[in-house]
């Protein structure tokens, strides 16, 4: 602090410590240079400390500043795309001067604010994603987009909802330069399938690698195909918070039915809240209900009980039913979770048989840090009368962060399954490492996973393992090598109900395998990205019926851009097969194009001939060539100032191989009628076509119309609910009058949180976590508020707060000219002062209307400008401000320094 407060004769710095910028526009930073010694200095040389992208001007002449001057120098940068991309935000020029005794160098920076997105976008290229549960695994591509532009570390997190999908890999850590995008593949099998509701969503979730900070997530839609389907449930059956509402629902084919949805969260008391969902159906041919998503869930501190419909995650094995869970908090990242339940959807009704579902009771608990360490171990005992099996299941996974580009995941798990009938009985194992890492440009990641064919979890009878290794040789090229081989070969106990005469376990025998080694080659030229994949692959599929394989060479491209409101994504896989070990060699091609403009997306997929194995098991039924295809569109929409909102979305698929056409479209529409009430409508309209001999044909139709109730969200306990109602204290008492006007739509801030008093002058802040917060109301129009701006937030707080107008006091500058003196003057950007009685002093800056202007509250100021630049004829002036207001306007006349005019006469 001595050193800092040294005072230099030669100084030397930036106007603005910190410039913000926005891409593409142009910025100017004044360097100032004061000579406050006795003695004439000469200025040599003035350069960039680097080579900056964008930089436009900087003084580059020699010039000499005499004793007790100083000089304001511009650079100008503009914030170019490798401007933004620099990997500092410190721009730093070096300054060499003379004076007649010595030569230096000084230094001089400032720091640019960059106006960036830094948050890190991860999607699928369409907003559903169809698995076929017949295929041992399916792929989805993720594109990852690093919307910022610094380089970024992150790691990705999967996890399935509910769980029953096996991902490969669960977790991987990627490296990105600004604003790259990269395709990652992940491997989906479906091991547990929820046949009622087969729909699953996949919650991905981004961490920063350097501060462990979510930087990004999103909530993939998986749909698995079944032949099972509930139209109305899909992906919203489950969304939404704080609401209620009932519908109307009819089917065709006389399925109707009213529903009631609804969420809500309260307080019960201080230390305790509660939240409440339910889900119920009523259909109204039959009088039948189906109680179903329903369930009550209490939070005390760290404590969470939840009894009703239950699910849970990560004990690798699905978990829900009606029951109940309890978990509590031990510390700061330590969690413990016990629950019981019965494996059955519905809560409660008489629409389906209430056969007794499996019982299950688990535990759970995590342990770690949030940050380099941590880890789960589970346990869950299911004992299922309808197969007569009891199974035990045991897992244990750690992750360990070696540092923010290096990390491991092992995970470990026993199992044992007995049969009750026969006593049969099979123990089972699984073991897991993986590995991302990055050393220099190299990044390296290893999936492994083992589990014998036994293992009653998820993995059972699975071997994956996947091998990728890239380089990245510029922010705009990277290569890969990946090596993978996944397989899937279960094996079960006996029907405990079938006589034992035979191997009846056989009817159960399948096996699937896939095994691709492939190089690829991403690159980016200005908007466009590239990626070309070269791989052979050989996939085997057999059941106790048959068994098939398709050897192939296959080359994939794809090409994806972002062009304003436009994205376009196109895939092409093409493939050179054979079928079965037979010396017979076929073509075949899978493309998928993606568009999307703003809320509308066209996709479009065409086949031509087999491109897996799971194709012959029909390829008999069909010539050697077919083609299927299908087009899918969708749009969302928001209309009548946000008050209507809604999607359309319409496809059609054809299939040569399995001889059918479908057709369906569907709508979603919502109104607000005020801001808690709206009107919801849905609709679907579907079509089934058969090709083939003895076609059959049919169509379908569903609708619902219904109203909804929205609720204010509750307060998270440990935080409070600090309510303001604001008015113009015309009498400076403190007190809200009869006749003082409330403030409405004003702009209210606690802290860095802001909100807008409504037609009440009422402003609600929810879940504000204990501290010391202060409020700002309304600085603009010069208010002031009649308390202490600090507020202490301990408790919840309900309060009336007056504000009171301050006076307007108006000025401006104005030049004294001498006869002659055409030079026009600039005196924008000079301070004008306003010193108190009390000293308290504010701040105006002069407009480029030579204007100023001050809101302050009744008492005398001394007026004043500091700056030397020109001289002031009077530059001190006293105000005295009243409550009925300054109507006068105060003048500060200037003169130009050392400037005069000789008049010579001929």
Do not use: C
């Not at 939240?275 to 969470?304: C, H, M, P």
């Not at 491991?408 to 993986?434: F, P, Q, W």
């Not at 998820?458 to 040789?473: H, V």
């Not at 994939?556 to 050179?576: C, P, R």
């Amino acid at each position: 602090m001595a050193f800092a407060q040294e005072k230099k004769d030669i100084q030397i710095h930036f106007e603005n410590d910190s410039v913000a910028v926005e891409k593409g526009s142009t910025f100017t930073n004044f360097l100032v240079i004061e000579n406050k010694s006795s003695e004439e200095i000469t200025i040599q040389n003035i350069i960039p400390q680097e080579k900056y992208p964008g930089l436009l001007f900087y003084p580059k002449s020699d010039f000499t500043l005499g004793a007790g001057q100083s000089k304001n120098l511009p650079v100008k940068l503009i914030a170019n795309l490798d401007f933004m991309k620099l990997g500092s935000n410190k721009i730093q020029f070096q300054v060499s001067y003379t004076t007649p005794t010595v030569t230096k160098t000084e230094m001089a920076s400032f720091f640019v604010a960059k106006g960036e997105n830094k948050n890190i976008a991860i999607y699928t290229a369409t907003y559903e994603n169809f698995i076929n549960p017949a295929l041992p695994q399916s792929s989805l591509l993720l594109t990852v987009e690093n919307q910022g532009y610094s380089e970024r570390t992150v790691k990705i997190d999967l996890q399935s909802i509910p769980d029953g999908l096996e991902i490969f890999p669960k977790q991987q850590t990627v490296s990105l330069e600004g604003l790259e995008k990269q395709t990652l593949e992940i491997k989906i099998a479906v091991r547990k399938q929820n046949t009622l509701y087969p729909e699953f969503n996949i919650n991905a979730i981004v961490t920063d690698m350097l501060d462990n900070k979510m930087v990004g997530s999103n909530t993939l839609y998986l749909v698995i195909l079944s032949p099972n389907r509930q139209i109305a449930r899909g992906n919203e059956a489950a969304s939404g918070s704080n609401f209620a509402e009932i519908s109307y629902n009819e089917n065709s084919s006389g399925f109707n039915y009213l529903q009631l949805r609804g969420n809500t969260a309260f307080r019960v008391t201080e230390n305790l809240k509660s939240s409440f969902n339910i889900g119920a159906d009523y259909y109204l041919e039959d009088g039948l209900y189906n109680l179903y998503d329903t369930w009550l869930e209490l939070q005390r501190k760290n404590t969470v009980l939840r009894v009703g419909n239950v699910n849970s995650s990560d004990y690798d094995y699905p978990i829900f039913g009606r029951g109940g869970k309890a978990s509590t908090k031990l510390g700061e990242n330590n969690q413990i979770e016990i629950l019981a339940l019965e494996n059955n959807y519905n809560l409660y009704g008489n629409y389906f048989q209430q056969i007794k579902g499996s019982t299950m009771a688990g535990a759970k608990y995590a342990f770690g840090n949030a940050k380099s360490f941590n880890g789960k171990v589970s346990y869950i005992y299911d004992h299922d009368p309808r197969t007569n099996v009891d199974t035990q299941v045991a897992n244990a996974v750690t992750s360990l962060l070696i540092n923010e580009k290096n990390t491991i995941r092992t995970e470990v798990g026993l199992s044992n399954e007995k049969g009750l009938l026969n006593n049969d009985e099979n123990a089972g194992a699984s073991i897991g490492a993986n590995y991302d890492g990055r050393i220099g440009k190299w990044d390296i990641q290893s999936v492994n996973s083992f589990a014998t064919k036994s293992y009653a979890g998820i993995k059972r009878g699975s071997l994956f393992t996947n091998q990728r290794i890239s380089r990245q040789f510029s922010a705009t090229q990277r290569a890969f090598i990946q090596y993978q081989n996944s397989q899937v070969e279960p094996e079960f106990l006996s029907f405990q109900n079938a006589p034992q005469s035979g191997n009846t376990s056989n009817l159960r025998y399948y096996f699937n395998s896939t095994e691709a080694l492939g190089l690829g080659y991403q690159f980016s030229v200005k908007k466009w990205s590239f990626l070309l994949s070269p791989k052979v692959e050989n996939q085997k599929t057999a059941n106790s019926y048959t068994s098939h394989e398709l050897f192939s060479y296959r080359l994939e491209a794809n090409i994806s851009t972002t062009l304003g409101s436009h994205g376009l994504n196109l895939t092409a896989e093409y493939s050179y097969s054979k079928e079965d070990n037979t010396p017979d060699w076929f073509n075949s091609l899978k493309t998928t194009l993606s568009y999307r403009y703003k809320s509308f997306s066209l996709n479009g997929t065409a086949q031509w001939n087999v491109t897996s194995v799971f194709d012959l098991n029909s390829y008999y039924n069909v010539n050697r060539n077919f083609a299927n295809y299908n087009v899918y569109a969708s749009y969302n929409f928001q209309m009548l100032n946000h008050n209507l909102t809604g999607s359309f979305s319409a496809g059609t698929f054809y299939s040569e191989l399995y001889k059918n056409l479908n057709s369906n479209i569907t709508g979603n529409l919502e109104y607000k009628i005020s801001p808690s009430w709206s009107t919801t409508g849905y609709f679907n309209l579907s079509g089934y076509k058969s090709t083939a001999e003895y076609a059959t044909s049919g169509n379908y139709y569903q609708f619902r119309v219904g109203i909804k109730k929205y609720f204010t969200a509750a307060t998270a306990l440990g935080n409070h609910k600090v309510a303001f109602q604001f008015f113009e204290d015309k009498n400076f008492n403190g007190f809200l009058d009869s006749g003082e006007p409330v403030l409405t739509n004003e702009i209210v801030k606690l802290d860095n949180y802001v909100a807008i008093t409504d037609k009440n002058g009422k402003v609600v802040f929810q879940n504000v976590p204990e501290g010391t917060y202060t409020l700002k109301v309304n600085e603009n129009a010069g208010a002031r508020l009649m308390m202490d701006p600090i507020i202490m937030v301990h408790n919840n707080i309900n309060r009336k707060v007056g504000l009171v107008k301050n006076i307007k006091v108006s000025g401006k500058l104005t030049e004294i000219k001498q006869a002659y003196d055409d030079v026009e003057t600039d005196v924008t950007g000079i301070v004008v002062y306003a010193k108190s009685e009390d000293g308290m002093i504010y701040t105006a800056v002069v407009n480029q209307k030579n204007e100023f202007e001050f809101f302050l509250k009744d008492g005398k100021y001394n007026l004043y400008i500091e700056n030397d630049k020109y001289s002031y004829t009077q530059p001190i002036q006293t105000v005295q401000v009243t409550k009925e207001g300054y109507s006068k306007t105060v003048v500060f006349e200037y003169k130009k320094k050392d400037t005069t005019i000789k008049v010579k006469k001929f």
